[in-house]
């Protein structure tokens, strides 16, 4: 999960630092929409990439707890 985190950071910082690496002088308005839209759209894709982690995390668990809830109940059958 860390990876695709830092690549979702590193992808943000790239579109930021190329936003202030551009030839031309940039207005106040300009630089307040422009990072606002990246904001946001960063912050959208890290928690979607957490919330997909998470939901991966609960399906494991749920799996793991019925091989074992399967497990405990054939001891109890024996």
């Known amino acids: 999960m860390n990876t ?3 690549q979702i950071c590193e ?3 790239g579109e930021v630092t190329g936003f202030f ?3 031309k002088v ?3 308005e300009e630089i307040e929409t ?3 839209k990246e904001t946001n759209t960063f912050i959208l894709e ?3 990439a957490y ?3 998470l939901d991966q995390a609960i399906i494991s668990d749920k799996a793991e707890r019925a091989t074992r809830r399967a497990v405990w109940r054939g001891a ?3």
């Open 51 to 53: 919330l997909e982690q």
């Open 34 to 36: 422009t990072l606002k």
């Open 26 to 28: 940039l207005a106040l």
């Open 4 to 6: 695709i985190l830092h």
């Open 46 to 48: 890290m928690v979607k």
């Open 76 to 78: 109890v059958l024996c």
């Open 11 to 13: 992808k943000f910082i």
């Open 21 to 23: 690496s551009q030839d």
